[in-house]
Every structure is written in structure tokens, then in C-alpha cells.
T-cell receptor
Framework: EVQLLESGGGLVQPGGSLRLSCAAS????????ITWVRQAPGQGLEWVSS??????????AESVKGRFTISRDNSKNVLSLQMNSLRADDTAIYYC??????FGVGAFDCWGQGTLVTVSS | EIVLTQSPAALSLSPGERATLSCRAS??????LAWYQQKPGQAPRLLIY???NRATGIPARFSGSGSGTDFTLTISSLEPEDFAVYFC??????????FGQGTRLEIK
């Protein structure tokens, strides 16, 4: 079964940094754009960032622009999200997701299990 | 930014009944709208993409309709496993990708 596995979450103080990773198993994710979506406790889904298949184009939500950096290593089948200057409102479960249906960002049919980021002093 | 408004916020129905969930966009998204189901402690699951296309493995009781600004997810006859939260999502005008706030489908 195709799987995405996030890692790197944890407890961090306001102003701190974390680096999340998303690894793919049993498939190659190089043909696909990949997206980070987060969900604050008890809340809805919020798009965070997306990266094109080649890695040449990146996109960010206004709430994270300038603080988060998305990158990918297709040779290793790994996606990363470097998160700096973290704030309490960044607290959420972070999911990586892939749209294998439209090869874009419109039909996320493959999701990881999520990794929890808690920003608190 | 396109805002998606889902209604109702919560819906209480019994197994076997028909569920109709709405998603309204603040401007046209053409047909670039998807629906997801999320159960507690799980990642979302894709149900419908491009307004009316069922994703692989999704039962036929789930159907999507609409275009432009008004969309509907219909579950023709509720099964016990269908009680969950449902989100819509647009990709027509991005970034940003946006999601609706969700509809909670509860057992009556």
C-alpha cells in the first residue's frame, strides 16, 4: 500500500524552529506536486505550502510566508518543511498530501498520518 | 482569496437516510471542487474531485454535483461508517488553496 510518513513534530518554544519531513514508501513521488496541510486542534483544514514536481516552484500561505520553507529531494523520495519563528498559532497536526489524480493540488488522494507540532512555552 | 462556506455546520440524521451537504464559494471555482471525509484521529479521505468525480474506491452512495459557486455532496443512504466531518476544497484560483470549515454529520 502506498504510504506517506511524516516525522519531526514535537514541542517547541515560541520563536523556535522545527524541520518536518515526509517520506514516501512503495511509490515514487517525483511526478507529483506535494502539499502540506495543517489542522489546529479541533479545527478545520488549512493549506500551508505546496511544491511542484521538479521543486522549481513553491507556494506558501500568507500566514507562513517568510517563516516556512518547503523543499524536496526526489532522489530520496523526501519532502521537507523548515519552520522558523514559530508561533502559538502554528500549533497543529501537519499532513503531507499528494494529488495523484490531477497531478496538481485539487484532489489529495494520498495523505500521511500527520505529525503534531506544539508551540508553547 | 476564495472563501468556501459549508452548510449546515452540523447535521443529525439516522442510518438509511439521505444526507445533503452544501458548499458555497465566494466566487466561481468552475468545477474545481473536491470533497473529503475525516474521521477522528485520521487523515482526510478524498471522496469527490472536480465536483462530481468519485475517487477510486469510493462507494456509489456518495455523489457530488454543482459548478460555479454552489456545490452539493449527497450521501444517498447513510451507513454507520459515514458519520464523520466533511470538508470541501477548491483549486481553481490558487494560491491559496482553500477549504470549507466543515460539516459534522452526526448520528441521530
Amino acid at each position: 500500500e502506498v504510504q506517506l510518513l511524516e516525522s519531526g513534530g514535537g514541542l517547541v518554544q515560541p520563536g523556535g524552529s522545527l524541520r518536518l519531513s515526509c517520506a514516501a514508501s512503495k511509490f515514487t513521488f517525483s511526478p507529483y506536486a506535494i502539499t502540506w496541510v495543517r489542522q489546529a486542534p479541533g479545527q478545520g483544514l488549512e493549506w500551508v505550502s505546496s511544491i511542484s514536481a521538479s521543486g522549481g516552484s513553491t507556494y506558501y500561505a500568507e500566514s507562513v510566508k517568510g517563516r516556512f520553507t518547503i523543499s524536496r529531494d526526489n532522489s530520496k523520495n523526501v519532502l521537507s518543511l523548515q519552520m522558523n519563528s514559530l508561533r502559538a498559532d502554528d500549533t497543529a497536526i501537519y499532513y503531507c498530501a499528494i494529488d495523484r489524480v490531477t497531478f496538481g493540488v485539487g484532489a489529495f488522494d494520498c495523505w500521511g498520518q500527520g505529525t503534531l507540532v506544539t508551540v508553547s512555552s | 482569496e476564495i472563501v468556501l462556506t459549508q452548510s449546515p455546520a452540523a447535521l443529525s440524521l439516522s442510518p438509511g437516510e439521505r444526507a445533503t451537504l452544501s458548499c458555497r464559494a465566494s466566487q466561481s471555482v468552475n468545477n474545481y471542487l473536491a470533497w473529503y471525509q475525516q474521521k477522528p484521529g485520521q487523515a482526510p479521505r478524498l471522496l469527490i474531485y472536480d465536483a462530481s468525480n468519485r475517487a477510486t474506491g469510493i462507494p456509489a452512495r456518495f455523489s457530488g454535483s454543482g459548478s460555479g459557486t454552489d456545490f452539493t455532496l449527497t450521501i444517498s443512504s447513510l451507513e454507520p461508517e459515514d458519520f464523520a466531518v466533511y470538508f470541501c476544497q477548491q483549486r481553481f484560483n490558487w494560491p491559496p488553496i482553500t477549504f470549507g470549515q466543515g460539516t459534522r454529520l452526526e448520528i441521530k
